[in-house]
Nanobody
Framework: QVQLVESGGGLVQPGGSLRLSCAAS????????MGWYRQAPGEQRELVAT???????DYADSVKGRFAITRDNAKNTVYLQMNSLKPEDTAVYYC?????????????WGKGTQVTVSS
């Protein structure tokens, strides 16, 4: 089993910055993806950014150039640096880990952290 603990959400003004962290504990195998999704009220959960164990990243078009995902493999922690925040970034942000042990892929979710961008 894997546990994910998120931190770093909060209220920020438009144009501001926040840094989210997600620490994973438990059976973390070396071949995995760590990432962030978000869900705004009345909307579906959507991908924000992912990073694999080799450091390759993927971003939603809406956050490219503003958000940066990084990870510390020694700490099993993933970070999301969010800059130039916009009101439309307001959502609950969820940490996600996919552990690849072919043929099985295990997926874990954090409980979410609220990010509110408002003046």
């Amino acid at each position: 089993q894997v546990q994910l603990v998120e931190s770093g959400g909060g209220l920020v003004q438009p144009g501001g910055s926040l840094r989210l962290s997600c620490a994973a504990s438990g059976r973390i195998f070396s071949d995995n993806f760590m990432g962030w999704y978000r869900q705004a009220p009345g909307e579906q959960r959507e991908l924000v950014a992912t990073i694999n164990s080799g450091g390759s990243t993927d971003y939603a078009d809406s956050v490219k150039g503003r958000f940066a995902i990084t990870r510390d493999n020694a700490k099993n922690t993933v970070y999301l640096q969010m800059n130039s925040l916009k009101p439309e970034d307001t959502a609950v942000y969820y940490c996600n880990v996919k552990i690849l042990t072919p043929p099985v892929t295990r997926v874990y979710w954090g409980k979410g952290t609220q990010v509110t961008v408002s003046s």
